[in-house]
């Protein structure tokens, strides 16, 4: 882990090639993300989770319904891309969604159970999927033409990034 609050595991850097080991890391990144998001909040009072993981930043709380929010959008681009030659995805103002009532809810389980359920339905569909199936690509509005297999590991560093926020505030705090 890096020093960085606000990136503890580093920036994001996609994989040099997608060998089916690579995927199969991946996908178990994907796979254990909700379980690791439930351990960092375990035992977290409502006080803790409205404390921001760094200055300037979202509080924990925000952090925790900020993942299944922006993995609901990543499931649905990968849907899109299986189903369409090329899709346009569909931005969103992320920072926004954190502002919303649902996002400033002490209730972080609703989100750990939203995950949960979101990545056992995605995790089927990405073991299903071929490596030719993984190759295609969407227009993604802020990285232009993305294949899937850049989309997951962006997704599989997405979750491992904002755990090890709210990891690094509890050691910071010693919570």
């Given amino acids: 882990m890096t020093t960085d609050p606000q990136y503890p595991i580093g920036?994001?850097?996609p994989p040099a090639t997608f060998t089916a080991d690579v995927r199969a890391r991946l996908i178990a990144d994907i796979e254990a993300a909700p379980a690791a998001l439930a351990a960092v909040l375990r035992g977290l009072t409502v006080d803790q989770l409205r404390t921001p993981y760094r200055e300037g930043g979202w509080m924990v709380k925000q952090?925790?319904?900020h993942l299944?929010?922006?993995h609901i959008n990543a499931y649905v681009r990968f849907?899109?891309?299986?189903?369409?030659?090329e899709p346009t995805a569909v931005g969103y103002r992320q920072?926004?969604?954190?502002?919303?009532v649902d996002a400033e809810s002490d209730d972080v389980q609703m989100s750990v159970d939203l995950l949960t359920a979101l990545?056992?339905?995605w995790v089927i569909l990405l073991r299903s999927l071929t490596a030719?199936?993984?190759e295609r690509r969407f227009v993604h509005p802020d990285r232009g033409l993305m294949p899937l297999d850049q989309l997951l590991a962006l997704y599989s560093w997405h979750g491992r990034h904002h755990v090890a926020q709210i990891a690094a505030l509890r050691e910071r705090e010693g919570w």
């Fill in 11 to 13: 920036r994001f850097t």
């Fill in 63 to 65: 952090v925790a319904h």
């Fill in 68 to 70: 299944p929010d922006s």
């Fill in 79 to 85: 849907r899109r891309t299986l189903t369409e030659d």
């Fill in 95 to 100: 920072a926004k969604w954190a502002e919303l």
């Fill in 119 to 121: 990545h056992r339905r």
């Fill in 132 to 134: 030719e199936q993984l």
